[in-house]
């Protein structure tokens, strides 16, 4: 396309959307406040959520009460009005195509009934047909005048968003589909292709401007899916574009440390101190960390695998090998109990070697914390586990070799870039997290992370059984509890407490904490929340710990990492308020010892759908992908735990990670195709891509938050 008309179509995207027809100061004002819509461009981008075909008109005698949405064409005979209680009625409108009779009823707005639909007149009714008293009816039909649609152009009729403010200043879906069209016959020039030829070609795509007016107004339901394919497609290369090329970017620009032998550190320890065989999966991700250390590349990897797969002793093995190279090694834990609890972990694995390891939290005060210091200014302190108290300024390396992290979703991409600078080059970076992510939501949330997964837990584990109990069933849960204690086990009781500040929350664990003393005399009980002092806190857990209580009484804060084999069985209360991934996270902290274990999910006795579905999930299977995967699809990916914290938002306009997998890989393909082309991204050849790239990232403040 010659460069003028490419400026007069962009020109035109860019307009105000006050200078489209039928667009007023009001309506502006409504648009941008509602839906972020201020140019023509973005109406455009504002794509329709659900289409209804059009394309043919029924006869009442062909419905049947499992049809979708149909369109009957008709006259009105006759109203009638039924009362339904104390100033409430039903108005039903008789309706004939002149071979049969149904009924249109409307609940509420009678007034506006009669004043706009007359008898006699010809419509086009729409809805959705249901049978009651014996015949069809429509509820809250949309009616047309028949002499207003032109039924040779309708296809499939587009669906908008609106918001309920946008409906009290009656604008419907109706309105935003006519100023789509006014807008789409003024744009005169064809809409400048925003995707090189020849991907356009090979994958077989509907041009830009072909999918815009398709998008909008597609003559069937195949248009429509192409249509939609190639937008979304569009939309997922560009975010995969830019994270591989600030991947690239990275690579170029820092080295990494080449840390060749696997060292002496690691083999003592592999021939002495391990005391069992490593998993095929362990040995596995330990060839591909090893890779990444002797490459001069920085490792940057993300090791996911379900609780109890054993990540902890991976990122131990991780350690070994910087320090067998000269090097230091850090783990951070995103809780104070956690990084405690690490020490403890990596003290015994390491019990008997001379390797100095300490301890660094908020905690760690004075003459201690000027000794962890020196050491690691010094090299005497070779393994370091802390918090985000690692992160502060003073905290300082004589040669960090590699950082792990432990629960990345509670760190941000700039916390971990804070770490680069502890030492001179960037440490090689191991970010592990046991929320598992399916992997097309994996390539966008850590898109710039290599994705090691350990897929095979430890043998001999018995997978726990999940068991659903209503509260009404308390009784028999009791006795069962009881029945566990005395064979010598311990028992998990966790309360909701989304927000630690909720006060009745609070007072639910407070409540049940007293009745549940009540209930058991004959044992002793921890009790545990978010809002008890830190010491508090872990003196009552190092009681249940050290098997002193047999029950522990908590909130979530138990959630990640909590280690105690003895413990079998895990009784949730009110189920039904927590997230898929959080049930998964703290029935996790059961069946890591031999016996047999539970996962009591209790819930209240009226469920929503979708919380039923939870439920369900969590008794079928124990897979965290499984489970992470229908996660996403019953939250949708912002809802998502981590997505948040990440940093990065989700901005996607058409494509949706859940649905479109497949489509985000093709897209992740089709990007590593061209990075790997052109790596530094400056090529004359993909000058249209890079361009394209820079113009989104100017207008679009999500994808800032990647880079
Ligand atoms: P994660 O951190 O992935 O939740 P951990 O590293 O805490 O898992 O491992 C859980 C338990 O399994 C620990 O007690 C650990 O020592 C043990 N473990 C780890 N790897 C193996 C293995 N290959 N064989 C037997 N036990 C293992
Ligand atoms: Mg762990």
Known sequence: MPNSKLAQAMDILSQDIMYLPGVGPQRKELLKKELEVSTWGGLLEYYPYKYVDRSRIYAISELTSDMPFVQIKGHILSFEEFEMGPRKKRVVAHFTDDHGVMDLVWFSGAQYVYKN???????????????????????????????????????????????????????????????????????????????????????????????????????????????????????????????????????????????????????????????????????????????????????????????????????????????????????????????????????????????????????????????????????????????????????????????????????????????????????????????????????????????????????????????????????????????????????????????????????????????LCDIFPEFSISKVHGRMKSKEKDAEMQKFVSGETQILVATTVIEVGVNVPNASVMVILDSQRFGLSQLHQLRGRVGRGADQSYCILVTTYKLSDVTRKRIDIMCQTNDGFRIAEADLKLRGPGDLEGTQQSGIAFDLKIADIARDGQLVALARQEAQRIIDADPTCTSSQYAMLWNRLRQLRDTNVNWAAIS
């Not at 109706?174 to 400048?192: D, F, Y």
């Not at 250390?293 to 920085?298: A, I, K, L, V």
């Not at 910087?322 to 090097?327: E, P, R």
């Open 117 to 515: 639909y007359k008898v006699g007149v010809e419509y086009i009714v729409f809805g959705r047909p249901s049978v009651f008293g014996g015949r069809y009816q429509i509820a809250h039909p949309d009616i047309d005048l028949a002499k207003d649609l032109q039924l040779s152009e309708m296809g499939m009729q587009p669906y908008y968003i609106t918001t309920e403010r946008m409906k009290k200043a009656g604008m419907s879906s109706r309105n935003i589909e006519r100023l789509v069209k006014t807008m789409l016959q003024k744009i005169a020039t064809p809409l400048p292709e925003t995707l090189p030829p020849f991907i356009v070609e090979r994958l077989h795509l509907m041009s830009r401007d072909e999918a815009m007016r398709c998008v909008h107004y597609p003559r069937n339901a195949m248009d429509m899916k192409k249509a939609r394919e190639r937008l979304k497609f569009e939309e997922l290369f560009y975010v995969q574009l830019n994270i591989l090329r600030y991947a690239s970017d990275h690579r170029r620009k820092y080295r990494g440390y080449i840390l060749n032998k696997v060292g002496q550190e690691f083999n003592d320890f592999y021939a002495n101190n391990l005391k069992f065989e490593l998993t095929g999966a362990q040995k596995r991700v330990m060839h591909e960390i090893r890779d990444d250390m002797r490459s001069g590349r920085q490792m940057n990897r993300l090791l996911q695998g379900d609780v109890g797969s054993g990540k902890t002793l991976v990122a131990l093995m991780t350690m070994l090998i910087a320090l067998g190279n000269g090097y230091q090694a850090c783990i951070m834990a995103p809780t104070e109990i956690l990084a405690e609890q690490h020490l403890a972990t990596i003290r015994e694995f390491l019990d008997g070697m001379d390797i100095r390891t300490e301890l660094l939290t908020g905690m760690v005060k004075g003459k201690q914390r000027t000794k962890v210091l020196d050491g690691l200014i010094s090299g005497d302190v070779r393994i370091l586990v802390g918090t985000h108290a690692i992160l502060e300024d003073p905290v300082r390396f004589q040669r960090l070799g590699v950082a792990v992290i432990d629960e990345q979703h509670r760190f941000g991409v700039a916390q971990r870039a804070r770490l680069w600078a502890k030492s001179e080059n960037p440490p090689h970076i191991l970010v592990m997290t046991a929320t598992p992510i399916p992997r097309t939501l994996a390539m966008t949330i850590y898109g710039d992370l290599d994705v090691s997964v350990i897929d095979e837990l430890p043998p001999g584990r018995k997978p726990v059984q999940t068991i659903h109990k209503f509260d009404n069933q308390m009784t028999s849960l009791y006795n069962g509890i009881r029945q566990q204690i005395r064979l010598g086990r311990q028992v998990y009781i966790v309360y909701p407490l989304i927000t630690e500040s909720e006060k009745s929350d609070l007072k639910n664990l407070e409540e049940g904490y007293a009745a």
